[in-house]
């Protein structure tokens, strides 16, 4: 379970504001992936990043947007566009580079709660 | 896009008894089948999966089957422990193509195993 980092674990914001939740891992992984997570829903892609510098939408990006300057992180910002920001968000890294079966490992998850 | 369905939503039963959870998809070009579960507070973690050119793989009491043609892929827990209580999500994969490394989750089944 080591070596993917979410931070911080619970996260409380007023509407109308911006937010980062941070994603960071020491995998030497290539391509790192956000979900939110509701009840009922499964995992749903916001964003994914197969290489530094180089990041796609997913299903669900609206509202929400990332930066990947660095191999290790990949913040998410919740920005105040988003209309129901109110969820649980996971990070997920994977080896990436070529390699098409591969796992996803997944962080602890942050909560985001909007006031 | 991938349009994913898990049956059933929640399923109960006793220690000891037999668990089937079935995924049903639509993308013909999926071509990998895993299985990951996420423990109550607990990241999600990989516990199976397949490739398209295997019809069934098993790993201790726990099993895939994958069926190409009616495009659904099924979760089998012999002999479940109240351990085995959690959702277990599946996510069929295009693992090559624009999806590259992308995953699909399904909404999840929650599985709950009475001592």
């Known amino acids: 379970d080591g070596g993917i980092t979410q931070s911080p674990k619970y996260l409380f914001r007023k509407e109308g504001q911006n937010v980062t939740l941070s994603c960071e891992q020491n995998l030497n992984h290539d391509a790192m992936y956000w979900y939110r997570q509701d009840p009922g829903q499964g995992l749903r892609l916001i964003y994914y990043s197969q290489i530094v510098n180089d990041f796609q939408k997913g299903d669900i990006a609206e509202g929400y947007s990332v930066s990947r300057e660095k191999k290790e992180s990949f913040p998410l910002t919740v920005t105040s566009a988003q209309k129901n920001p109110t969820a649980f968000y996971l990070c997920a890294s994977s080896i990436g580079g070529g390699i098409a079966y591969n796992e996803q490992f997944f962080g602890p998850g942050t909560r985001l709660t909007v006031l | 896009g991938e349009n994913v369905e898990q049956h059933p939503s929640t399923l109960s039963v006793q220690e000891g008894d037999s668990a089937v959870i079935k995924c049903t998809y639509s993308?013909?070009?999926?071509?990998?089948f895993p299985w990951y579960k996420q423990e109550l507070g607990k990241r999600p973690q990989l516990i199976i999966d397949i490739r398209s050119n295997v019809g069934e793989k098993k790993d201790q009491r726990i099993a895939v089957t994958l069926n190409k043609t009616a495009k659904h892929f099924s979760l089998h827990i012999t002999e479940t422990q109240p351990e085995d209580s959690a959702v277990y999500f599946c996510a069929p994969t295009n693992a090559g193509g624009t999806s590259y490394g992308k995953l699909t989750f399904g909404q999840g089944t929650i599985l709950t195993v009475h001592p």
């Open positions: 993308d013909s070009a999926s071509n990998y």
